[in-house]
């Protein structure tokens, strides 16, 4: 599996979200190939950063967001070159 989308079902509560998003920050800093593709979607470069899919996952599961991973066996090939999985809170 080269990387993964995950996305994170966003809580009715909006207070709910921002302590998700507050608790999962400082791993998000420290990836290296994570893009936040949007607000409540992560594209995760399995080859650079397995510990952040751990993570988030982790998470989800601790704060009780249901969630929906998308595996791709190769780069995803919609993006143009030169971009990609990258660093993103």
Do not use: Y
Request: hydrophobic share 45%; with cysteine; glycine share 4%.
């Amino acid at each position: 599996m080269h990387s993964v989308i995950v996305v994170v079902k966003i809580p009715d509560r909006e207070t709910d979200w921002s302590m998700f998003l507050d608790a999962l920050e400082p791993k998000a800093k420290r990836a290296k190939s994570i893009d936040r593709m949007a607000p409540n979607v992560w594209l995760i470069d399995m080859h650079k950063d397995p510990a952040f899919l751990g993570w988030l996952l982790a998470l989800c599961d601790q704060r009780g967001l249901p969630f929906r991973l998308l595996p791709l066996e190769k780069p995803p090939s919609w993006l143009p070159d030169g971009s990609g999985p990258s660093k993103a809170s």
